[in-house]
T-cell receptor, first 110, second 112 residues
Framework: GQQVMQIPQYQHVQEGEDFTTYCNSS?????IQWYKQRPGGHPVFLIQ?????EVKKQKRLTFQFGEAKKNSSLHITATQTTDVGTYFC??????????FGTGTRLTIIP | KAGVTQTPRYLIKTRGQQVTLSCSPI?????VSWYQQTPGQGLQFLFE???????NKGNFPGRFSGRQFSNSRSEMNVSTLELGDSALYLC???????????FGPGTRLTVL
């Protein structure tokens, strides 16, 4: 079936260190979305990537879509305590049913 | 604009009972989707409604059903509850022409 694998499952970093989470699919993705869910909260949309090789930045966050449109990454530079949460990638594989990755839970050590 | 709202926020039921959850999308959004979130299975798609019609359905048993009203509000129903149905049920709406999902706060269902 259509799945999006996400690694790592957990990541503990010292405040100020960088953080990266990766999404991989065995099939070509029409697009990739990224969401953030704070502890006890709900997923909040961060960004959508559509083009092969696309790179987008939001302040300390950098999002990349692979050239083959089968993988994506989210990189956070100099993490802060406000970055705590679970980061999900998601894709609709060309239909309207959004499939989420397993998520990466980020913990910040002050 | 007000965000997606879901009621109730918390619910405790016993096995065998049924439950109905409600979702009001962002004004103007005609698409409403439902997701189940559990620690073991993550975020799983249940179904999507658009203009009162179910457009997509996930891999859940027939005990899970939903509907959408003419004002775009949606309900989902789970009959004959099982312990494994304990989860956070999230509703999301999206505007036409985009894939972006706007999630509500969720309903935390506990089945005892």
């Amino acid at each position: 079936g259509q799945q999006v694998m996400q690694i790592p499952q957990y990541q503990h970093v010292q405040e100020g260190e960088d953080f990266t989470t990766y999404c991989n699919s065995s099939t070509t993705l029409s697009n990739i979305q990224w969401y953030k869910q704070r502890p006890g909260g709900h997923p909040v949309f961060l960004i959508q990537l559509v083009k092969s090789g696309e790179v987008k930045k939001q302040k300390r966050l950098t999002f990349q879509f692979g050239e083959a449109k089968k993988n994506s990454s989210l990189h956070i530079t100099a993490t802060q305590t406000t970055d705590v949460g679970t980061y999900f990638c998601a894709s609709n594989f060309g239909n309207e049913k959004l499939t989420f990755g397993t998520g990466t839970r980020l913990t910040i050590i002050p | 604009k007000a965000g997606v709202t879901q009621t109730p926020r918390y619910l405790i039921k016993t096995r065998g009972q049924q439950v109905t959850l409600s979702c009001s999308p962002i004004s103007g959004h005609r698409s409403v989707s439902w997701y189940q979130q559990t620690p073991g299975q993550g975020l799983q798609f249940l179904f999507e409604y658009f203009s009162e019609t179910q457009r997509n359905k996930g891999n859940f048993p027939g005990r899970f059903s939903g509907r959408q009203f003419s004002n775009s509000r949606s309900e989902m129903n789970v009959s004959t509850l099982e312990l494994g149905d304990s989860a956070l049920y999230l509703c999301a709406s999206r505007p036409g022409g985009t894939d972006t999902q706007y999630f509500g706060p969720g309903t935390r269902l506990t089945v005892l």
